[in-house]
């Protein structure tokens, strides 16, 4: 991949170069913590993974992270999983997000900058967030919630949701949030795990130019949580609070300084969720220390963003995204919320509100991109976006084609990040780098502190060939656990089943020997659509409901030319008949139940699904073959139930070829 010495498609310049907060750290971390002086960004990068305890401590103190009590070591336990960071210390991660509000400078600067599919512009300062969060904080606490209590949030992108997030957290409570497009179902699928003692709902949102009720299922949520002591009535739509709930605007009246918990470094901060591709989606549990850190060596150095800037990331609040987006607020920076379709009126929506709001480091997903370029959409001759520093990109690998789009049509000297993570540590392995080149299709590199490799079978290390990606050490954002996960062997078995104490996160990589990385999509079966991740346990779970269907399989298939293709098979009931009533039924279903955004492209009837031995359906060998492998290649003859049946989905790629 790296053989033929391509040129890079963008550099930094000298003072780009001088001026990155990566460049200043390296000089003051080899100061004080033997940090290289030379060498740049791949010198750092290799200390930073050789001595974990001195990169950390060194993090913590650049960014004057508060300790409330000072930890005995950086590095407790070093082994995956369990690795135990700054042992003894305790803190609070709000307090760290409201830092700016305490600079009498600053404290009337935007801190929240948010619009929708309307235009209108509305700022959330820092002071005023600051109150919002002390208010909510001093209501949770009457409520009778308590550290470790947890709170939930069915909210779109608003500001609202950020305070909800920031009070949660000043209690020591555990956040957690899905986007009010989810169905009841795969809502309750997630917060019934870990049962939430206060909901802040709305009663329903925009999108696409149209309002979607959801006060039906925040009922629904109501009558199926039966932990839930208090329902927060947020009115997006501006109905009236139901009976036997709270409004939100009585509980942000009141001008309080936040008070926080100073708690220890791994309590609970927030639970996202996986996929679920088997079964319910795991709740995975971060901690306040674990994020506040990693966030802002992700943030501060690798996204370079500090108080001059405004950051836009297109996200729900379903997406680690908008966890990562709200922790701009760490930096000093201007966060940009967003609430509504990425393509309303228009194709070029995203755009315009990186234009209206000034945003400096625009974020969205590699699908946009390449939308916008199969549309024709030419940004930077419609919109001044003189100010946009940075456009990122997650949700899948931004095709080469991309790469040259967002040069092409936004400005030659623009910094193109590709960046690759994963909601499980709610976090970046690699991507962005101020000081590093960018090479059409490749990620800069590894981010610091992360020993990310790309290893065989055998857990030997490949350079310029695909293979697993891992990380070696641990990094603070891992997972502390997951909830209902008593022994942990849940948690083992997810990352660290493959390769013993080294993470196995589930994607097909290539580090060059330049350093950089290249995505090849997911040696997994998750199905993800537009950097929203789902499993098809939960599209079999609704598919199969309908009496007309007997068992489905579905595939998600990441394509050359960066789309995306998701077809549903199904095995019929006997006399039942794959007509277009049937095809609406199934979509409608999926839907209204799951997600709009998990709707199949193709429904194709099939003459069964192929198994394991041991009953589970076949799903990363059927991908394979309709990607083209052989099916000698593509699966162990030995280990299905029905080898003939996998020949049908061999003819459908032969089709497709």
Known sequence: MSSANPSPLWQPDRRQIAEAQVTRFQAWAAERYGAPADGGYPALHRWSVADLEAFWKAVADWFGVHFTTPCSRVLGNRSMPGAEWFPGATLNYARHALRTADDPDRADTPAILHTDESGELRTLTWAELRRQVGSLAAELRALGV???????????????????????????????????????RSVLDRFQQVEPVVLFAVDGYRYGGKEHDRRETVSQLRAELPSLRAVVHIPLLGTEPPEGTLEWSALT???????????????????????????LPKAIVQSQGGILVEHLKQLGLHCDLGPDDRFFWYTSTGWMMWN????????????VTYDGSPGHPDTGAQWDVAERTGATLFGTSAAY?????????????????????????TGSPLPPDGFRWLHDEVRPDLWIASVSGGT????????????????????????????????DPQGHPLIDEVGELVVTNPMPSMPIRFWNDPDGSRYHDSYFDTYPGVWRHGDWITITSRGSVVIHGRSDSTLNRQGVRMGSADIYEAVERLPEIRESLVIGLELPDGGYWMPLFVHLAPGAV??????????????????PRHVPDDIIEAPGVPHTLTGKRIEVPVKRLLQGTPLEKAVNPGSVDNLELLRFYEDIARERA
């Open 146 to 184: 308590r550290r470790g209590d947890r709170v939930s949030g069915y909210l779109p992108n608003i500001p609202e949701a950020a305070v909800a997030l920031l009070a949660t957290a000043a209690v020591g409570a555990v956040w957690t949030s899905c986007a009010p497009d989810f169905g009841a």
């Open 253 to 279: 009246a009141g001008d309080v300084l936040p008070a926080y918990d100073e708690v220890p470094f791994d309590h609970p901060l927030w639970v996202l969720y996986s996929s679920g591709t088997t079964g």
């Open 324 to 335: 990562f987006l709200v922790s701009g607020l760490l930096t000093g920076t201007t966060i």
């Open 369 to 393: 991109v390449m939308a916008c370029r199969k549309a024709g959409v030419h940004p930077s001759r419609d919109h001044d976006l003189s100010r946009v520093k940075c456009v990122a990109t």
């Open 424 to 455: 499980d540590v709610c976090s970046c392995f690699a991507g962005a780098v101020p000081t590093l080149p960018v090479f059409i299709g490749e990620l800069q590199a590894a981010g610091l502190g992360t020993d990310l490799q790309a290893w």
């Open 578 to 595: 794959l007509d277009d009533a049937l095809r609406a039924r199934i979509r409608q279903t999926i839907r209204t139940q799951l997600s």
